[in-house]
């Protein structure tokens, strides 16, 4: 099953009873249907049509065209498909059984005009356009079970602007790559532009650097004339052609003997390392068309390096310092919180040894008996005999919570005292806590330490 794109060009159809043109690339040669003979034409020699056959187009409801319209063709599998821009409709034609149908069930949206459309794995999809005064970015793709244009999603820095001017899907690297264009509706003074790429694979968008803008049309070039051929942007020039390599950075200018190969209004296909051009003259009565074919490796090995196409992002931006500065205070975060959470188990699990005191707990109470009995201490007091006074407040009261009921649980189980340590009123300020070893077990709980 042939997945690749083989074919992708642009017409432009005068009427609603405009015919359908299209290369075929199995044998190379122009194609036509034919609306008002319904005939399938083929350009069997160059400027020498003749009749292939009648095709059934009984189906079609004529009076749902637009009066002009410009369409984009596709071939795949064989088959070929019709696009009209900014409507939606999709015809395809088998031209075996020379039968042309409309496949989709949408409806005149008129948003998407100058979208960038292609064919990836036999799926059409379309990115971005212009419509109702305004640009969009919005990326979709052709159900061919729903007969629908269903919402793709993707993901990064998206730009605000597609179009099919400066655009392109390479299959090698299964990406794209665009250049995000001036608005069109806007006022503002442009001095660069953005260029992205977008990996399919992963539905993720990638700004990769800036292009001069100044310096694009001091070279005279013209966006919208760009030419996008063997993963290759042209630009035809007065001088020659100015072709950039998107995927390797690079400029080249073109000074072979073919510097008219390229020029707005051809069709251009590819298959292979050949590049081929096809010139419909609509100037004069007989119609003369032109054809010609150039190796891309030719084209390149006749061309100069001048320089890299868009200029890198910084390495150091203001929003990656803010990317950094929030990574590092999460990371500092966790490093406090582990901490805590680590010397918080430490305790636990000698508060929990069964029948025995802590070594903190013994090493406490030995402070403790240094004063007289009924001696109150303050919150402060019992709290830098503990060891706690150099933690963070709420610490301090969760440890020395701990610690006192650990002390009151090992005597109340083990020598039936209820509480060894009381906590009472302040004599100073009710509002605060002072802490006694109980008077009444005093004496006792000192000689079962042996202090």
């Not at 399938?40 to 049509?49: A, G, I, K």
């Not at 310092?321 to 966790?334: K, T």
């Not at 004063?371 to 303050?378: A, D, L, P, R, T």
């Amino acid at each position: 099953m042939l997945k690749a794109i083989t074919c992708c060009l642009l017409l432009i159809g005068p009427t609603a009873w405009a015919d359908f043109e299209f290369i075929n690339s199995a044998n190379l040669k122009m194609e036509r249907i034919e609306f008002k003979s319904r005939n399938h034409w083929q350009e069997r020699y160059l400027n020498q049509w003749e009749i292939l056959g009648k095709v059934d187009i009984h189906t079609i409801d004529f009076s749902k065209l637009p009066p002009k319209y410009k369409y984009q063709t596709f071939e795949s599998k064989g088959l070929f498909y019709f696009v009209l821009i900014g409507t939606g409709q999709v015809y395809e034609f088998n031209p075996d059984e020379r039968v042309l149908k409309r496949i989709d069930k949408t409806f005149h949206s008129g948003f998407n005009f100058g979208a960038f459309q292609f064919v990836r794995n036999d799926t059409i999809f379309s990115s971005g356009g212009m419509g109702f005064w305004h640009y969009n970015n919005i990326q979709t793709f052709f159900d061919f079970q729903t007969k629908e244009w269903e919402l793709l999603k993707s993901k990064g820095e998206i730009p605000k602007r597609i179009y099919t001017d400066f655009a392109g899907y390479s299959k090698r690297e299964d990406k794209l790559y665009m250049l995000e264009i001036p608005d069109a509706f806007s006022n503002e003074s442009t001095r660069e532009l953005s260029f992205f790429t977008c990996n399919l694979k992963t539905k993720t968008w990638e700004k990769l650097g800036e292009v001069d803008y100044d310096d694009f049309k001091s070279r005279n070039l013209k966006i919208a004339e760009a030419i996008w051929i063997k993963d290759l942007f042209v630009i035809p020039m007065a001088s020659g052609n100015f072709i950039i390599d998107p995927v390797h950075n690079k400029c080249y200018e073109y000074d072979g003997l073919k510097s008219s190969f390229f020029n707005p209004g051809f069709r251009y296909f590819e298959k292979g390392n050949m590049i081929y051009c096809y010139k419909k003259d609509f100037t004069n009565n007989f119609n003369q068309n032109y054809s010609d074919s150039l190796d891309v490796r030719v084209l390149l090995s006749q061309s100069k390096e001048i320089g890299p196409f868009y200029h890198l992002l910084p390495s150091f931006t203001w929003q990656k310092l803010g990317y950094w500065g929030l990574m590092g205070l999460i990371m500092v975060s966790f490093f406090f919180n582990f901490n805590y959470w680590y010397n918080w188990r430490q305790l636990k699990s000698k508060l929990a040894m069964s029948g025995v005191l802590s070594s903190e707990a013994l090493d406490f109470l030995e402070k403790c008996f240094t004063y007289e009995v009924n001696h109150h201490f303050s919150t402060l007091e019992i709290t830098k005999l503990m060891g706690f006074d150099n933690q963070a407040y709420d610490t301090q009261r969760q440890y020395r919570s701990k610690l006192i009921n650990h002390i009151n649980d090992h005597f109340n189980n083990n020598y039936n005292i209820p509480v060894a340590i009381i906590r009472i009123s302040s004599n100073s300020d009710k509002r605060f806590v002072d802490y006694v070893i109980s008077p009444h077990y005093f004496k006792r709980v000192k000689e079962l330490l042996n202090m």
